[in-house]
């Protein structure tokens, strides 16, 4: 398939036709748009309300089809729901972006006669808790593999204006490492100094993976995120009590873990209603 160039910066001068034209009016509104293949799901969430259901967000469906929907304020359903939301965050679309698509587009073929998508492919990314630390020594070695990899990671980011790229460093041998793989969800526990408090940052994207040998010719990996610049971050007492009410045992600070459950993962992803405090 052929890529084009993230440039929020574009806009299209010419008329959107009738298939993108709901696409199109968002972006005019600069909300944000994600692409994802193979979504079929219709859940909408409005503040602490969920809407979920049949209807796409188009004038055919608004005009022509018969629809059904569930709307609901159920706390854990909205909550899930945004985490649902937030774990299919696909490629960035942007008015060039859709331009290209809309010049390109040929209607679906038919099941018999369309390849089907490989099971792989419609894997869903793994959430991954960790407890990071400030590094206590300087190593020559993880700065030209910090150097070399964060122009890739760069490249990587949806929107340069609200993310930015930081790093953190594992054993190559770790399991984040071994398993993780890019665009799976990364939640970091983190205290900025021992005046301030410990903080749960919200789900950041895994943009990129940099192996390199330290000084201690120890294989080591810097795994790069996408942060929010202004992230709204979670008090570490909240986490922790949420995380007990999804039966987790292990409320340590200094946790490790994955997180591959949809139904739990969904239910983590929604403790954060914005991504950014603003």
Not at 140 to 167: C, F, H, I, M
Not at 253 to 270: C, F, S, T, W
Request: proline letters at 6%; hydrophobic letters at 30%.
């Amino acid at each position: 398939m052929k890529r084009y160039p993230h440039d929020n910066r574009v806009r299209s001068r010419q008329p959107l036709g009738k298939d993108n034209l709901e696409v199109g009016e968002y972006l005019e509104k600069r909300v944000e748009v994600h692409s994802r293949s193979n979504l079929h799901a219709k859940v909408f969430v409005f503040d602490n309300q969920a809407v979920i259901g049949s209807p796409n967000v188009s004038h055919n469906s608004q005009n022509n089809l018969l629809e059904t929907a569930i709307i609901t304020n159920d706390k854990e359903t909205v909550s899930a729901a945004r985490g649902f939301i937030f774990s299919l965050r696909g490629e960035y679309v942007t008015p060039a972006y859709l331009k290209s698509c809309k010049s390109e587009y040929q209607p679906p073929k038919s099941v018999k006669n369309g390849r089907a998508q490989k099971k792989e492919d419609r894997q869903e990314p793994i959430v991954w808790i960790h407890r990071t630390h400030p590094l206590k020594r300087n190593d020559a070695k993880l700065d030209k593999a910090k150097d070399t990899g964060l122009p890739v990671a760069n490249k990587r980011l949806q929107n340069k204006k609200r993310y930015y790229s930081e790093w953190v460093t594992y054993p190559t041998s770790s399991q984040l490492v071994q398993q993780a793989k890019r665009n799976d969800l990364y939640i970091q526990i983190w205290q900025e100094s021992d005046e301030e408090p410990l903080l749960v940052y919200p789900p950041s994207r895994i943009i990129n993976f940099k192996p390199y040998t330290n000084e201690r010719q120890t294989q080591q990996t810097l795994v790069f995120l996408e942060l929010p610049k202004h992230p709204k971050c979670l008090e570490w007492q909240e986490f922790k009590r949420a995380l007990k009410k999804l039966g987790f045992k292990d409320g340590r600070e200094n946790m490790h873990r994955k997180v591959a459950d949809p139904e739990v993962r969904q239910k983590i992803l929604g403790l954060w209603p914005t991504l950014h405090d603003e």
